[in-house]
């Protein structure tokens, strides 16, 4: 039995897809507290939004999450 394959090597690159954006959300990391930023493309507001709850609860310490759409190519 013989087995044959074919390598093929070919140069791809990936990079955010042009028609997305890089959208953030926040969670509250308190215990006792549900508490979080929907998901937003305004990365500064989602910043604000976390320190105003800070300011409001003394809670401080938030899990965040950064998303964005890739997309790969292959390079010609
Ligand atoms: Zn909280």
Do not use: Q
């Not at 394959?5 to 990079?15: A, K, L, P």
């Not at 959300?25 to 709850?53: G, I, Q």
């Amino acid at each position: 039995m013989t087995i044959k394959s074919v390598m093929r090597f070919v140069t791809h690159r990936i990079t955010r897809h042009p028609d997305s954006e890089v959208t953030v959300t926040a969670r509250c990391l308190n215990p006792d507290c549900t508490w979080e930023v929907e998901p937003t493309a305004d990365v500064a507001k989602a910043d604000v939004d976390c320190m105003v709850h800070k300011g409001a609860t003394g809670h401080g310490i938030f899990a965040r999450r950064y998303e964005d759409v890739a997309v790969v190519v292959r390079d010609e």
